[in-house]
T-cell receptor
Framework: DGGITQSPKYLFRKEGQNVTLSCEQN?????MYWYRQDPGQGLRLIYY???????QKGDIAEGYSVSREKKESFPLTVTSAQKNPTAFYLC???????????FGPGTRLTVL | DAKTTQPPSMDCAEGRAANLPCNHS???????VYWYRQIHSQGPQYIIH???NNETNEMASLIITEDRKSSTLILPHATLRDTAVYYC??????????????FGSGTQLTVLP
């Protein structure tokens, strides 16, 4: 079945460590996105990529980095510069011309 | 994108219709109304969208007022699995970029047995 895989579902890290969240899609979508969700709040865009080897900052990119070396993969690194990294992270993808992006199951990151 | 206003929470009896309202009084002519839902600790799921005509699919119906300043999502026969946060979003329908998806706080729908 086609879809988006985010792994792991739960992730724990010590403060000051960088951590990379995985996002893989087999939908052949061109565009991929990373969102952050905090308790009781909506989604905020971190980074997005419309095409391989290209990506743009979203509304809250500080302290995060991404890469898009392959169409199906869009990993997100949460660096030690991110002041409050504990959150639920959602990856999404969309095909050119479609209206409704498809979301992955999310990764809940807890920094201790 | 226009701002939306939704009640923070609603209850509905299982088997009954759930009617979720959304106000979007500043919507512009080229903005669509989208509905997503998010079950706890999962990614948002697309439900339905529309411009000005009422829409229906296998999941729900969307009723948009004639002046387009508000809409209602209808789940005709709510089940316990419909318990989720429902988000109403208005956005310009461009190439499908999720960059323009702005999620507010949504409505927590609780379906009661």
């Amino acid at each position: 079945d086609g879809g988006i895989t985010q792994s792991p579902k739960y992730l724990f890290r010590k403060e000051g460590q960088n951590v990379t969240l995985s996002c893989e899609q087999n939908l052949n979508h061109d565009a991929m996105y990373w969102y952050r969700q905090d308790p009781g709040q909506g989604l905020r865009l971190i980074y997005y990529s419309q095409i391989v080897n290209d990506f743009q900052k979203g509304d809250i990119a500080e302290g995060y980095s991404v890469s898009r070396e392959k169409k199906e993969s869009f990993p997100l690194t949460v660096t030690s510069a991110q002041k409050n990294p504990t959150a639920f992270y959602l990856c999404a993808s969309s095909a050119t011309g479609t209206r409704s992006p498809f979301f992955g199951p999310g990764t809940r990151l807890t920094v201790l | 994108d226009a701002k939306t206003t939704q009640p923070p929470s609603m209850d509905c009896a299982e088997g009954r219709a759930a009617n979720l309202p959304c106000n979007h009084s500043t919507i512009s002519g080229n903005e669509y109304v989208y509905w997503y839902r998010q079950i706890h600790s999962q990614g948002p799921q697309y439900i339905i969208h529309g411009l000005k005509n009422n829409e229906t699919n296998e999941m729900a119906s969307l009723i948009i007022t004639e002046d387009r300043k508000s809409s209602t999502l209808i789940l005709p026969h709510a089940t316990l699995r419909d318990t989720a946060v429902y988000y109403c979003i208005v956005r310009v329908d461009s190439s499908g970029s999720a960059r323009q998806l702005t999620f507010g706080s949504g409505t927590q729908l609780t379906v009661l047995p």
